[in-house]
Nanobody, 126 residues
């Protein structure tokens, strides 16, 4: 049984930093693409960042330069370092993984991901 478990969310002030973790179990994801999405109240789930097994990364424009996605294959864990947080970053953050990448252009589409975590709340106060 594959599980993705996020942790590290919390309540912080604008300008602070947080690091989210996503621990995977039941399957190794070292050769799979893994990413982060977020969903604010009343909004659709939106892409945040992705990291392919080869090391390439892509970020949403809204987080570029502030967020960094990384992974530790030995620990089967994905991370999201979030710096200079803004109130508009407030959302539930989800970790997601693909079994295999069939279309490298569709990484922003949640339907392209096969596994999801339960989410972790990030709240940024002004």
């Amino acid at each position: 049984q594959v599980q993705l478990v996020e942790s590290g969310g919390g309540l912080v002030q604008a300008g602070d930093s947080l690091r989210l973790s996503c621990a995977a179990s039941g399957r190794t994801f070292s050769s799979s693409a893994m990413g982060w999405f977020r969903q604010a109240p009343g909004k659709e789930r939106e892409f945040v960042a992705i990291r392919w097994s080869g090391g390439n990364t892509v970020y949403a424009d809204s987080v570029k330069g502030r967020f960094t996605i990384s992974r530790d294959n030995a620990k089967n864990t994905l991370y999201l370092q979030m710096n200079s947080l803004k109130p508009e970053d407030t959302a539930v953050y989800y970790c997601a993984a693909q079994r295999r990448t069939y279309d490298y252009t569709r990484y922003r589409d949640p339907d392209e991901y096969d596994y999801w975590g339960q989410g972790t709340q990030v709240t940024v106060s002004s």
